[in-house]
C-alpha cells in the first residue's frame, strides 16, 4: 500500500483529490470534507451555497454518487464562520443537491472536530456557534457515560399546516401536516396508512415518500417568511407509534431529496416534530421525547423555548445525538476517468 501511495504522489498532475473524515449519526453517514475543494466565494452562508450551486457541483456529485459514494450518501463541507457568534459555518449536500439544515449533520460535525482536537471541549453551558443555511446554530457537548454526546438548539421551528389530503395511487387519500425544522417536512402517519416502518419495507417507504412528496408538492404552495431560498418541501416523514423500545415516543422514516432514506431518526424533521407535538399533542416546555430511527438510532428533542416567529407561533427545539467516526479518506478522481462526476442508480 505505501509503494501505490508514493507513485499516486509522483503522478498527482493526473488526479484531482479531495479529502474527507466519515462519521455517522445514529446511523446515518456524513462526508465532512477536510481538504481539496476550491476557495467558497460569498458574504453570507446562503451565497455560498449558491457560490456551490452554479460553479462547484461537479465536487458533489463525485464525492456523493457512485462509485466513491451512494444513493443514500450525505456530506458537509466546512467553511469560514459568517457571523460574529459563529465558529464556522456549514454546507450540506446528498444525492440531488444542498439542504438548509442538518441535524445529524451538525452533531456529527462537532463530534468529530472535538475528537480531532480541532475545537476544544466546550464548558458547560458553552456553546459552539455555526453560521447553517437555515440560520444560527448553537451546538453543545457533553460526556455521557464514557460517550461524547452533542445537542444544538435549532432555528425556529413551526407548524405550516395541518390537516390537509392528497389522494396516491395506491394509498388512497393521504392526510399530512406540514412542519418546519429548518426545512419544510410532510409529516404523515404510517399507522393509518398501513405502512410498516422497518428496514425490510425500506423500499416500499421510499416508494411511497416519493410520491406523497411530488403530490403534496403540487397539493401545497410553501412559502418561507424570511428567506425564499427556504420556500420549498425537502422530504416526507412517516411516523409510527410501533417502536423497538418503550421509552421511545415514536420512530421516523424520512425520505428527502432524490429518494433518500434517513437512517437517523432526521434532526430536521425531530425539530419540525417538536413543533407539531406542542399543537398536537401539548408537549410541555423542557419535556423529552425520544425519537427513533429504521435502524433503531434515536435522537432526543425537547422545547427549550418559545416564541412568536413572523407571526407564527414557534419553538426553539433542542435535539441530541451521538455520532462516530469511520473513516479517513483520500478520493481521487483520474482526469481520464470516464465516470469522472459519478452515477447514480436508484
Given amino acids: ?13 493526473k488526479y484531482l483529490s479531495v479529502t474527507s473524515i466519515d462519521a455517522h449519526t445514529e446511523g446515518e453517514p456524513l462526508r465532512i470534507i477536510t481538504g481539496g475543494y476550491p476557495e467558497i466565494i460569498g458574504d453570507t452562508i446562503l451565497d455560498k ?24 450518501m450525505y456530506g458537509a463541507l466546512i467553511t469560514e464562520p459568517c457571523t460574529e457568534k459563529a465558529t ?28 480531532t482536537k480541532i475545537l476544544a471541549m466546550p464548558e458547560t453551558g458553552e456553546y459552539i456557534g455555526i453560521d447553517a443555511p437555515a440560520g444560527f446554530i448553537k451546538a453543545y457537548a457533553e460526556i455521557k457515560n464514557n460517550q461524547l454526546s452533542v445537542s444544538f438548539d435549532n432555528v425556529p421551528a413551526f407548524v405550516e399546516t395541518l390537516n390537509q389530503q392528497v389522494d396516491i395511487n395506491g394509498l388512497g387519500s393521504v392526510n399530512y ?25 425500506s423500499q416500499v417507504l421510499i416508494a411511497a415518500g416519493r410520491a406523497i412528496k411530488r403530490a403534496v408538492m403540487a397539493d401545497y404552495d410553501i412559502k418561507h417568511p424570511l428567506e425564499d431560498d427556504l420556500s420549498f418541501l425537502y422530504g416526507v416523514i412517516f411516523h409510527s407509534k410501533k417502536t423497538a423500545r418503550s421509552a421511545s415516543h415514536s420512530r421516523h422514516v424520512c425520505i428527502f431529496a432524490e429518494g433518500e432514506l434517513d437512517r437517523s431518526p432526521t434532526g430536521t424533521g425531530v425539530s419540525a416534530r417538536a413543533a ?23 435522537m432526543t428533542v425537547n422545547i427549550e423555548e418559545s416564541i412568536n416567529y413572523f407571526n407564527k407561533e414557534a419553538v426553539i427545539p433542542r435535539v441530541s445525538g451521538r455520532a462516530f467516526i469511520t473513516g479517513i479518506h483520500q478520493f481521487l478522481v483520474d482526469k481520464n476517468d470516464i465516470f469522472p462526476q459519478g452515477f447514480l442508480l436508484r
Avoid: W
Fill in 88 to 115: 464556522f459555518g456549514i454546507l450540506f449536500m446528498h444525492n440531488e443537491g444542498y439542504s438548509s439544515m442538518c441535524g445529524h449533520g451538525i452533531i456529527a460535525a462537532v463530534s468529530v472536530a472535538i475528537e
Fill in 177 to 201: 401536516d406540514i412542519a418546519f425544522g429548518g426545512a419544510y417536512y410532510a409529516f404523515v402517519d404510517a399507522d393509518d396508512l398501513n405502512l410498516t416502518c422497518d428496514a425490510a419495507n
Fill in 276 to 298: 407539531l407535538l406542542a399543537t398536537k399533542e401539548g408537549l410541555t416546555m423542557g419535556e423529552k421525547v425520544i425519537i427513533e430511527s429504521i435502524t433503531g438510532g434515536e
Fill in 49 to 72: 451555497r449558491q457560490f456551490l450551486t452554479e460553479h462547484l457541483d461537479s465536487y458533489r456529485q463525485f464525492l456523493m454518487y457512485e462509485p466513491r459514494g451512494h444513493g443514500d
Fill in 1 to 13: 500500500m505505501q509503494f501505490i501511495h508514493e507513485n499516486l504522489a509522483l503522478n498527482s498532475e
